[in-house]
T-cell receptor, first 112, second 113 residues
Framework: SQQGEEDPQALSIQEGENATMNCSYKTSINNLQWYRQNSGRGLVHLIL?????REKHSGRLRVTLDTSKKSSSLLITASRAADTASYFCATDSPEGAQKLVFGQGTRLTINP | DTAVSQTPKYLVTQMGNDKSIKCEQNLGHDTMYWYKQDSKKFLKIMFS???????INETVPNRFSPKSPDKAHLNLHINSLELGDSAVYFC????????????FGSGTQLSVL
């Protein structure tokens, strides 16, 4: 079944550095979404990028989408300790499955 | 006000028991979901309801029975709990479908002993 896979599974960087996480998926999509999950909390939506878009920004977040490679990346610039969380990509399917499929996430740790 | 609220936050119970998790959203959304997150953080959809009607039932054992009394509520009842049911269960909602962002509850940590 279609599934986003995040890479790397875990990432540890120093505060102030940029963090890049990648997501690959298997079939064509209508849109791809990124979510953040803090420890012990629910997922929070970050950005939705549609299949006809190549790049989107929101504050310190930058998302790119390459449909030819079936991949997306999430860049967090000037990271802060509060960015420590798990980040998930989620993809839909235009074939009508009507479900959002999540990857296993990237665990990001920002060291002060 | 919490947009998507689910109760209880923690549920510890014995194998074989029956338990329920409640979910309510005050966003006026038409679609609600139940997701299960396992110990490896893998998040998998279980059910999806649109305006009280079931639209996705994702190969979940029929010990799990969702109930949507109105479009603002989607409860999950689990019969004959098994050890493998231990996980975090998340309720979520969206305005009208999966092409929009999902709003998640804070999760229910279910531990079956």
């Amino acid at each position: 079944s279609q599934q986003g896979e995040e890479d790397p599974q875990a990432l540890s960087i120093q505060e102030g550095e940029n963090a890049t996480m990648n997501c690959s998926y298997k079939t064509s999509i209508n849109n791809l979404q990124w979510y953040r999950q803090n420890s012990g909390r629910g997922l929070v939506h970050l950005i939705l990028i549609r299949s006809n878009e190549r790049e989107k920004h929101s504050g310190r977040l930058r998302v790119t989408l390459d449909t030819s490679k079936k991949s997306s990346s999430l860049l967090i610039t000037a990271s802060r300790a509060a960015d420590t969380a798990s980040y998930f990509c989620a993809t839909d399917s235009p074939e009508g499955a009507q479900k959002l499929v999540f990857g296993q996430g990237t665990r990001l740790t920002i060291n002060p | 006000d919490t947009a998507v609220s689910q109760t209880p936050k923690y549920l510890v119970t014995q194998m074989g028991n029956d338990k329920s998790i409640k979910c309510e959203q005050n966003l006026g959304h038409d679609t609600m979901y139940w997701y299960k997150q396992d110990s490896k953080k893998f998040l998998k959809i279980m059910f999806s309801y649109n305006n009280k009607e079931l639209i996705i039932n994702e190969t979940v054992p029929n010990r799990f029975s969702p109930k949507s009394p109105d479009k603002a509520h989607l409860n999950l009842h689990i019969n004959s709990l098994e050890l493998g049911d231990s996980a975090v269960y998340f309720c979520a909602s969206s305005h009208s479908g999966i092409n929009e962002k999902l709003f998640f509850g804070s999760g229910t940590q279910l531990s079956v002993l």
